[in-house]
């Protein structure tokens, strides 16, 4: 997949400028169209850069505890499966 152009931040920082000049004039300066900027706000809304950061930590932090409730959860129902197996008498034993 290729990487965008710019980051998140970049992104963000574009669109605060744009609040305070004309769009066209920022797109040019940032070496973009006027219509991708006038794009940027459906990903990002109103967030300032700090604000994109601190998302993206918590994307991070997110993403690794559900991988440790997800191993979490197949170590018990592993355990339960065993332990259901163990109850079960087998046909062969007699």
């Known amino acids: 997949m290729k990487k965008p152009p710019f980051t998140e931040e970049q992104?963000?920082?574009?669109l605060r400028e744009?609040?305070?000049?004309?769009v066209?004039?920022?797109a040019k300066?940032?070496?973009v169209s006027a219509q991708t900027i006038?794009?940027?706000?459906k990903h990002f809304g109103r967030l300032e850069p700090a604000d994109v950061k601190r998302l993206r930590q918590l994307e991070q932090e997110?993403?690794?505890l559900k991988?440790?409730?997800a191993d979490r959860e197949l170590?018990?129902?592993v355990k339960e499966i065993t332990r259901t197996q163990c109850l079960i008498p087998t046909t062969h034993e007699v």
Request: aromatic fraction near 8%; glycine fraction near 10%; avoid cysteine.
């Open 29 to 31: 300066k940032h070496g």
């Open 67 to 69: 991988t440790i409730v």
């Open 24 to 26: 066209p004039e920022v």
């Open 18 to 22: 744009a609040d305070q000049r004309p």
């Open 38 to 41: 006038y794009g940027w706000p």
């Open 11 to 14: 992104m963000v920082t574009s």
């Open 75 to 77: 170590e018990i129902d």
């Open 62 to 64: 997110n993403g690794r």
